[in-house]
């Protein structure tokens, strides 16, 4: 087992463990931690805890100390040459006539490295692009080229729900999201509605699936011919989240609807599965 606290190096971004040592680290404050890219400047979000080896990669970088307001007020001066050196790149991007888009400029903590990020729809030959920006800023320099998820999650924006981007706002991760889970919860196939502003599907059909799937795994398929008290038929929709069938019933010529219990308790399906 191991001693963690959990680190965060943005709102929304990704959290790390890292060994507290002998300090004595609470949730909510500043530390100054040693990462593989240098020194960085983080909020503990996870209290300290034991882990096992499986849930950390080894070895455990450290916690070198408390954040005081001298590490605060050099974060918020790399956030203002972070700024300029927006800027600068945009101009030279500009002169050199590349095909990308300039997301964002993040200086290290402890200035070693400017990282530049950029989306572009191939690859792109910056290597002259990386020596003007060398000679300028000289210090280690970082094109990365991210995807439009990611675009998103550092620029922010308002989704179709009229709430801040979840990924910008609260998701660390982003999991996989299919069209499947569109259907299995009957949601309109239409990509404008089941889109971000990312351009990919929402990251919100993945929050409800699990419960979906476990719902429709205890009524019929579609398509199944069951028996109903008002005869046999034929399965042509289902609510999901009501428990609902809608049976087409040959003898009545219509359809009709009827609860996942009054199925059981017909006996046309079993209250433990139906697959």
Not at 232 to 237: D, S
């Amino acid at each position: 087992m191991h001693h963690v606290v959990g680190v965060r190096f943005k709102k929304a971004g990704k959290i790390y463990y890292f060994d507290p040592v002998d300090l004595e680290v609470s949730k909510g404050e500043f530390v100054i931690v040693e990462t593989a890219r240098g020194i960085e400047f983080g909020k503990v979000v996870i209290g300290r805890k034991q882990v096992g080896e499986k849930d950390v990669v080894l070895p455990l970088k450290r916690v070198l100390r408390i954040a005081n307001s001298k590490d605060k007020l050099t974060v918020e001066e790399n956030k203002a040459a972070a700024k300029k050196a927006f800027e600068t790149c945009i101009e030279k991007i500009s002169e050199h006539n590349l095909d990308m888009k300039l997301v964002d400029v993040e200086y290290t903590f402890d200035r070693n490295k400017v990282l530049f990020y950029f989306t572009a729809d191939g690859r792109i030959d910056f290597r002259e692009l990386v020596k003007d920006l060398a000679a300028i800023f000289r210090t280690r320099i970082e094109l990365r080229q991210i995807g439009v998820r990611d675009e998103a999650k550092m620029l922010g924006g308002i989704g179709p729900c009229g709430r801040v981007l979840c990924c910008s706002s609260f998701l660390g991760d982003f999991e996989p999201v299919s069209i499947k889970m569109a259907k299995d919860q009957s949601l309109s196939l239409n990509p404008a509605k089941i889109s971000g502003l990312c351009g990919r599907l929402m990251c919100c059909l993945k929050y409800e699936n699990d419960s979906y799937e476990s719902a429709k795994r205890e009524l019929p398929d579609i398509g199944r011919e069951i028996e109903t008290p008002h005869g046999k038929g034929r399965v042509v929709g289902l609510n999901i989240l009501e428990q609902m069938v809608q049976v087409e019933v040959y003898e009545q010529e219509r359809v009709l609807v009827f609860s996942l219990d009054e199925l059981i308790e017909y006996g046309t399906v079993s209250a433990q599965a139906t697959k």
